[in-house]
């Protein structure tokens, strides 16, 4: 008999697939989810508050600084399209609890630091983890959540994750200002004690069954996108002091030529992590070179800026996290609107007018000096920013799964969102080069300040290069046409999301079926 013509066998309550929101398992999922995927969330906002006391406490150079932030997301980009299909794989909330234990391991290691190069090797670390439960956190919900409910549980996540994304620049400058930087990362192991318990008791484990049977995964394509962007990112961090010296030069030729080989593999392997035939489709390619282009400026100012009020303005570090809070709210609550006049009008406007407002904003920040007035000067720029980021982050996440037929719209979604994660390291990393920030810039107001203004024009120029893109290449019925290799198109479940460094990770309509591991 086939399986479309078998009787249906009732699933327990409870059963993977058949869980309601309104339950009391249902709301302990949640809850798991958003605790884990929320330490990610307010790792990536709290930390660029925290870069100048980590500069004066490890009296460390900018450098330290750049790979405070950066090896994190080196690992991070690398790994996190693996992390998804190693919870298809293995069991998703295995691979969750997992990446949630590591993270909070690696956070502690981070706290307990006794100098630059721990400190490092403990976020690259951190990136592991966070490959692990960033993915998990979603697919968990995909999976147990009744189809009836999954949208709202999903929307329930992002606004949630939205809600750590706006009060994480807050916390982290209490904590600096108040116990000291090393809670920045202590923080992280308590919500870890809440939401590994919690998710062992209540979260059923599931894992992919189209994929029961598959025992591969592309660790060879990991490994070489990791090296490629490390040889890269270290020329750069290191270009400023070292010049055009063989410490510069050679691994920046071996980044590439390992950039090279990672697309050969890719080509070759049966089910790569990052397939090349993707990208044969017109409107994801030309939707995620928008992508690269919008979050390289992004991380580069949210970097940047944090470092330019404490240094230049003269704020603490709980000032400045505050300062920031009028980006992450207005995302938060006009994200969903600014979804729906992109269903309506299309993405090619939204996805051109939004990067132009941004690059507004950006240009607004030069402003800010060592007599800045926050209403006068600071605010304003924040809330052009805001109102731009808010008008293309929507529509950019429900381009890239309108792209793509519905079954692909989970990797699609992941593709996105590393190559926004490797676009903002790459941004960090060349920013201070090509702005002329010397070692020891942030250690001077007058220098820093120069420095800034000629990064926030760089910002600028790369913003409205993403602008051009978008206007001479996305379609504006790309939202209300058919997906070109599907009956239907696939529209964006998470309406709500604060996050700065990447667009949110997104499966759409999910058609998955899972599998119970007990």
């Known amino acids: ?210 994929v029961r049977e598959h025992r591969g995964f592309d660790a060879p394509g990991a490994l070489l996108g990791a090296l490629a962007l490390a040889g890269v990112t270290y020329a750069l961090i290191a270009a400023p002091d070292g010049g055009a010296s063989p410490g510069v030069i050679v691994p920046a030729v071996i980044g590439l030529l390992l950039g090279a080989v990672f697309v050969r593999v890719e080509r070759r392997r049966a089910n790569p992590m990052l397939p090349p035939a993707i990208f044969a489709i017109r409107q994801f390619t030309a939707v995620n070179a928008v992508t690269v282009c919008v979050y390289a400026a992004f991380s580069g100012f949210f970097f940047l800026s944090v470092l330019q009020l404490q240094v230049v303005a003269g704020y603490s570090a709980l000032q400045a996290g505050t300062a920031l809070l009028p980006t992450t709210v207005l995302m938060l609550l006009l994200s969903a609107r600014s979804g729906e006049l992109g269903q309506r009008i299309g993405p090619r406007i939204p996805l051109t007018v939004g990067p132009v407002l941004c690059a507004a904003g950006m240009l607004l920040m030069t402003r800010v000096g060592a007599d800045a007035s926050y209403p006068a000067d600071v605010l304003p720029a924040l809330v052009v920013l805001g109102i731009g980021m808010v008008t293309l982050v929507a529509p950019l996440t429900a381009t890239v799964l309108a792209a793509v037929e519905v079954d692909r719209a989970g990797l699609a979604s992941g593709i996105n969102n590393a190559a926004a994660r490797a676009a903002g390291l790459v941004a960090v990393a060349a920013l201070p080069l090509l702005a002329g920030m010397g070692p020891e810039a942030y250690r001077s107001a007058d220098q820093f300040a120069a420095a800034f203004q000629r990064a926030m024009l760089l910002c600028a120029v790369i913003l409205l290069a993403g602008a051009l893109i978008a206007w001479l290449t996305v379609r504006t019925d790309v939202l209300r046409g058919a997906a070109p290799a599907g009956p239907e198109p696939c529209h964006p479940e998470c309406q709500y999301h604060c996050g700065t460094s990447a667009p949110p990770l997104d499966p759409g309509e999910s058609r998955r079926r899972a599998v119970d591991e007990r």
Request: aromatic share 8%; proline share 6%.
């Open 1 to 210: 008999m086939s399986e479309r013509s078998a009787p249906r066998v009732p699933k327990a309550s409870g059963a993977p697939g058949d869980v309601r929101l309104a339950s009391g398992r249902g709301r302990w999922v949640l809850t798991t989810a958003v605790l884990g995927s929320g330490m990610a969330m307010l790792d990536s906002t709290v930390v660029n508050v925290a870069l100048p006391a980590i500069g004066r406490d490890l009296n460390a150079d900018l450098a330290v600084l750049q790979w405070t932030v950066t090896a994190y997301m080196l690992t991070l980009a690398s790994l996190i399209l693996l992390g998804g299909a190693l919870g298809d794989l293995y069991g998703r909330r295995r691979v969750f609890v997992i990446g949630v234990v590591w993270f909070a391991v690696a956070s502690l290691l981070c706290g307990l630091a006794p100098n630059a190069a721990v400190l490092i090797a403990a976020r690259a670390l951190q990136g592991v983890g966070g490959a692990l439960l960033t993915p998990g956190s979603l697919a968990l919900m995909q999976a147990v959540f009744h189809p009836d409910d999954r949208a709202r549980a999903v929307g329930a996540w992002s606004g949630l994750g939205g809600v750590a994304a706006a009060v994480g620049p807050f916390i982290g400058g209490w904590l600096v200002d108040g116990p000291g930087w090393r809670w920045v990362f202590f923080v992280n192991v308590p919500l870890a004690a809440v939401c590994v318990p919690v998710a062992l008791r209540h979260v059923p484990e599931t894992r992919e069954r189209a």
